[in-house]
């Protein structure tokens, strides 16, 4: 790999809101040429436009949970540069009755379909990168403080985010031998769509706002900016990790 990012594959893609498109932005200014998904002709309306701002040479459609699309965009990478430098994998969903229930109360449906598209999409996917990364790679995914510690409302995201993180370290193991890093970033609460599922989550910011020893709320750009050096081989000593970048908001306890 190069001393920046030049080719990878960003997952998770909705608006001009969500944590990829920061990412997408802080990567296209270093260079770095891009293969985006988007998740269904929805999304696509939000995405289309933004793709062109990047002039992003692929641009396909991915349910992570149809094994047929996953194939389909490996295969297009493949035949398109025939390597992968990184992945980033920014998804996540429950359904809202689980996700604003109690965990106590989330249904075994529900805890399946959280944990399937939130974690083990992450472990498909980097499964399909692994034979593109032979000159090594960086993989990427996004966590949450509720891995962690218990927030409230945050609800069953909280054991799927720290599966996710645990994921991270395993993947980082196993794929270490050929040159594959995997990390994670873990930002402070961000107003995207996803996040909008979330009971209460206006004062889930403005706590972290309030209290965070750096008086603000990460946005977007900054997230980006992070991402962007893990996807990079000025992180290339850095591998099985959760980066937070929350304005020290984990540090409180």
């Not at 990878?8 to 001009?16: E, K, Q, S, T």
């Not at 985006?36 to 995405?47: A, D, G, P």
């Not at 398109?80 to 996540?92: E, K, N, T, V």
């Not at 069953?156 to 970033?185: C, F, Q, T, W």
Request: glycine share 8%; hydrophobic share 45%; net charge negative.
């Amino acid at each position: 790999m190069s001393s920046t990012p030049t080719r990878g594959l960003i997952v998770g893609l909705a608006n001009d809101q969500s944590i990829a498109w920061g990412c997408i932005e802080a990567l296209h200014a270093q260079g770095a040429e891009l293969a985006v998904t988007y998740l269904n002709e929805k999304t696509r309306r939000f995405t289309e436009p933004l793709i062109q701002r990047v002039n992003a040479p692929l641009y396909l459609p991915l349910d992570v949970t149809d094994p047929e699309q996953t194939e389909a965009v490996f295969a297009a990478i493949e035949a398109h540069w025939g390597r992968l430098d990184f992945l980033l994998h920014s998804i996540a969903f429950a359904p809202k009755a689980d996700l604003q229930g109690r965990v106590v109360d989330s249904s075994a449906e529900g805890f399946r379909t959280a944990m399937d598209i939130s974690c083990h999409s992450l472990i498909r996917l980097a499964r399909r990168a692994e034979p593109l990364m032979a000159d090594g790679g960086s993989i990427l995914t996004m966590s949450y403080y509720g891995a962690e510690k218990v927030i409230a409302n945050y609800n069953l995201m909280g054991p799927v985010k720290a599966a996710l993180e645990a994921s991270v370290r395993y993947l980082a193991h196993d794929l270490g031998s050929r040159g594959i890093r995997v990390n994670a970033l873990s930002p402070g609460p961000v107003a995207t769509r996803a996040a909008s599922g979330l009971s209460h989550f206006d004062a889930l910011m403005e706590k972290a706002a309030r209290e965070a020893p750096i008086h603000s709320l990460v946005s977007i750009e900054q997230i980006g900016e992070a991402a962007a050096f893990l996807l990079s081989d000025k992180s290339r000593h850095i591998t099985g990790q959760t980066i937070f970048v929350d304005n020290g908001y984990n540090t409180l306890g």
